[in-house]
């Protein structure tokens, strides 16, 4: 078996360029410009990148949520395109996506109890038995009481949410987790606890993490690699220690000189 939890090969994707309604050529946007990247298992892989350098795209395509141009991807041993040709179902088991906004990605009018029972249900099939079973052990994984199965979203605070969203990417023990910006939108305060029980998680359930955002310092803190995308491409990738004190390439670079907190005078103060 590989060591590789995601294995990313030579990957393009193109958006665009068909005909519009009026039969003009539409101008094409080449989000991923040939990427070819390893996950290892149980690491952290950071990404950052500018606004518009592919990172979402490359997520995107990660879960299933959109079809590649070109290039291969295996995710857990298994090619991008058998999952594809199996469904949601395979890739949902396979690799989980948690989004920026906690609270948005909670249906409002559903218990969590009732958001956490769609995984299990679906993706895994159990019966109401084991779905109770199961959903409990989910909500004490995330460090939440158990009467938060009975509560709704709004009842939470933005970290609860995402200590919420986290148990629902976990409920099908996909090993997986693609986090795109999963604490930019909490107070800094609560940040740092979000962080640590996802360091815990991926720790205790040997999971293995794609990592974007766009706080450098965030990154650093987490990651043990850093990708650097910029214009679609992966311009670097080292640990994450090497990559931030000797950067190689010039737009890494210009990336940490415009976060205050990683500037040279910040490291040596
Ligand atoms: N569905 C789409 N149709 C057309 N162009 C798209 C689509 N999705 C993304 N793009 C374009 O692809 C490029 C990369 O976008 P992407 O969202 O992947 O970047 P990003 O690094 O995730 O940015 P952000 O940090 O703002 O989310 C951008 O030029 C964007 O406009």
Redesign the pocket.
């Known amino acids: 078996m590989s060591q590789n939890a995601i294995q990313i090969r030579d990957l393009i994707k193109t958006?665009?360029g068909g005909r519009n309604l009026f039969g003009r050529q539409a101008s094409e946007?080449q989000?991923v410009r040939g990427i070819s990247l390893d996950l290892k298992r149980g690491e952290t892989l950071g990404i950052v990148?500018?606004?518009?350098?592919?990172?979402?795209?490359?997520a995107r395509m990660l879960v299933g949520l959109e079809h590649p141009t070109s290039g291969t991807m295996l995710i857990d041993n298994k090619p991008w395109a058998e999952l594809a040709s199996s469904g949601s179902r395979a890739f949902g088991r396979t690799i989980q996506y948690v989004f920026q906004d906690p609270v948005a990605s909670l249906n409002p009018r559903k218990t969590i109890g009732d958001i956490l029972d769609v995984p299990l249900r679906l993706l895994c099939t159990y019966d109401s038995t084991r779905r109770a079973i199961r959903k409990r052990e989910l909500i004490d994984a995330v460090k939440m009481p158990l009467d938060t199965l009975e509560r709704y979203p709004h009842e939470f605070s933005g970290g609860q949410a995402q200590r919420i969203a986290i148990a629902r990417a976990l409920a099908a023990e996909a090993s997986i987790l693609v986090l795109d910006e999963p604490v930019s939108a909490l107070d800094v305060s609560v940040q740092a606890q979000v962080l640590l029980l996802l360091q815990q998680l991926r720790d205790d359930l040997g999971l293995s993490y794609l990592f974007i955002s766009?706080d450098l310092a965030i990154v650093e803190s987490i990651s043990d690699r850093v990708a650097v995308?910029y214009l679609?491409e992966v311009v670097e990738v080292g640990p994450a220690a090497q990559l931030f004190a000797n950067p190689q390439h010039d737009y890494t670079r210009s990336l940490i000189a415009s976060a205050p907190r990683l500037s040279a005078t910040d490291r040596a103060a």
Not at 52 to 58: P, Q, Y
Request: charged residues 10%.
């Open positions: 958006f665009g946007v989000a990148g500018e606004s518009g350098s592919g990172k979402s795209t490359l766009h995308m679609g």
